[in-house]
């Protein structure tokens, strides 16, 4: 590990030697069947190198986030999804801009990864 303005860096790819696969979640902004962006990573999974698992990822079946309902106990899309977050050395966003944001979908996505009992599923990977 490398550290960059006193923070912890994480690996690049070519940093990884010992790693023979490098696992990254491309996820979507859109739940629309012929979204752009969608498309996009659908192209980059056939790009991909053969070290680089990249899988994708479509945030559809989560719950809004709540808290309390988070505290109660996850659902299964929620467990997951964040087990697919945690174990992923990247991330790849693709979304549209909406109301000068990213979509909610995709905020939704990013809250329950970034909650619970793990911890942070972003805290030092790149995105």
Known sequence: QRRVHGRVRAPSLTDRT???????????????????????????????????????????DLPLYNEDVDKAGATESVIAWRALAHGADAFLFATCEYNFSISGVLKNAIDWASRGPNGNAFADKPA
Do not use: D, H, Q
Not at 19 to 43: D, E, Y
């Open 18 to 60: 010992s790693m023979s696969v490098f696992k990254v979640v491309a996820i979507t902004g859109s739940l629309k069947k012929t979204s752009c962006n969608t498309g996009l990573l659908r192209a980059a999974l056939k790009l991909a190198p053969t070290n680089l698992n990249l899988t994708l990822y479509t945030p559809g």
